[in-house]
């Protein structure tokens, strides 16, 4: 029972999108600056990451066959490396499914490490940085003759953090996007949402990856950084605590 509600609600930010486009859509200029929706939605999506984990947690405890050197949704000895690959692999699908092709993604770091985290968080987070990386340079190289340049993932293993850098050589974003970049209606790519679409699995538009994977990364204590340079391409920076000192961040 408890395992249905959270099948159930796994929709819920995809609706919560399209409600917050149609929004946008409604009242044009006049909703940019309205910050009560922003820390309404922080709140609401912080909460649900809450929720789910603990959900998650429960029905994994009491899983008859646990995997192998997990305790609940936590793995204990988790590669970034393999989450890296796979969210990789999982952005190009898509990328190649919009664009008929998609760039290379070339991942460096120590194929051995690990470390104690939720995989689905960081598969999701790393997903969602991979697939702004892929749009970003494929759009820009499309047309021209020239090879696309790899995107690039870098693995470090700090006393603090485990840091993971995605960069790409996409052009980067304008000065004065940086400071809309975690909110819920700015999106560099047009608006994916037809009048009758129902399709939410697109490259980007929906304006909700960067700041829901940033509240992923704080609700065990890290961080998400975004570094542009216009004309070249951007960096991402997602700390990812390994201190395990950090209270659950509730709204």
Known sequence: MIKMIKVRHNNVVPMMALGVQQLKKDMNSKVQNLDEIHQFLDRFYMSRIGIRMLIGQHVALHDPNPQPDCVGCIHTKMSPIEIARNASEDARAICLREYGGAPDVKIYGDPNFTFPYVPTHLHLMVFELVKNSLRAVQERFMDLDRVSPPIRIIVADGIEDVTIKVSDEG?????????????????????????????????????????????????????????????????????????????????
């Open 171 to 251: 052009g980067g974003i304008p000065r004065s996007g940086l400071s809309r970049m975690f909110t819920y209606l700015y999106s560099t790519a047009e608006n994916p949402l037809g009048e009758y679409s129902t399709d939410a699995m697109t490259m980007a538009g929906y304006g909700y990856g960067l700041p829901i994977s940033r509240l992923y990364a704080r609700y065990f204590g890290g961080d998400l950084q975004i570094i542009s340079m216009e004309g070249y391409g951007t960096d991402a920076y997602l700390h990812l605590s390994r201190l395990g000192d950090s209270q659950e961040p509730l709204p």
